[in-house]
C-alpha cells in the first residue's frame, strides 16, 4: 500500500555511529545454531582486534551451546555480506572493513548442535 506524506518528511536515524561515542554496533550470527534467536551485538570500539571479540565476549555468550567448546576457530568459514570471507583476528575490526552495525556469520561445519534435531 503506497503512503503519501502531508509535508516533507525528515527521518533521522537516531543509531548513527555518530551516536555511539566512539564505538560501533557489529552482528555476529552462529549459522544453525538456534538455541540463539538473533546475532549477538556488540558495542565495540573500531579499533578492538577482531581476534579479541572472537576470544572474549563472542565466545563467552556462546557458551551455552553444548557445541561450543569444540569450536576451532581456525576451522570456521566466515561470511561477511552473504560471501566468503577470510578475517584477520590480528588485525583491528575497522581494518578487517567491518563498519557500524555490520553482520558477521560463521560457520562450524560438523558443528550444528541443533539443526538435526528439528
Given at each position: 500500500?503506497?503512503?503519501?506524506?502531508?509535508?516533507?518528511?525528515?527521518?533521522?536515524?537516531?543509531d548513527?555511529?555518530?551516536?555511539?561515542?566512539?564505538?560501533?554496533?557489529?552482528?555476529?550470527?552462529?549459522?544453525?545454531?538456534m538455541l540463539?534467536?538473533?546475532?549477538?551485538?556488540?558495542?565495540?570500539?573500531?579499533?578492538m582486534?577482531?581476534?579479541?571479540?572472537?576470544?572474549?565476549?563472542?565466545?563467552?555468550?556462546?557458551?551455552?551451546?553444548?557445541d561450543?567448546?569444540?569450536v576451532?576457530?581456525g576451522k570456521?568459514?566466515w561470511?561477511?555480506?552473504?560471501?566468503?570471507?577470510?578475517?584477520?583476528?590480528?588485525?583491528?575490526?575497522?581494518?578487517?572493513?567491518?563498519?557500524?552495525?555490520?553482520?558477521l556469520?560463521?560457520?562450524?561445519?560438523?558443528?550444528?548442535?541443533?539443526?538435526?534435531?528439528?
Amino acid at each position: 500500500m503506497a503512503v503519501v506524506a502531508l509535508k516533507e518528511y525528515v527521518g533521522v536515524s537516531r543509531d548513527r555511529v555518530e551516536n555511539f561515542h566512539g564505538k560501533q554496533l557489529v552482528y555476529v550470527a552462529w549459522d544453525y545454531h538456534m538455541l540463539f534467536a538473533a546475532p549477538f551485538m556488540f558495542c565495540v570500539e573500531p579499533q578492538m582486534k577482531l581476534g579479541e571479540l572472537v576470544r572474549g565476549p563472542l565466545s563467552a555468550l556462546m557458551q551455552p551451546d553444548p557445541d561450543a567448546a569444540a569450536v576451532d576457530w581456525g576451522k570456521v568459514e566466515w561470511l561477511k555480506l552473504g560471501q566468503p570471507w577470510t578475517p584477520d583476528f590480528e588485525r583491528s575490526l575497522e581494518e578487517n572493513g567491518i563498519g557500524h552495525k555490520e553482520q558477521l556469520r560463521f560457520r562450524t561445519p560438523g558443528l550444528n548442535t541443533l539443526r538435526d534435531a528439528a
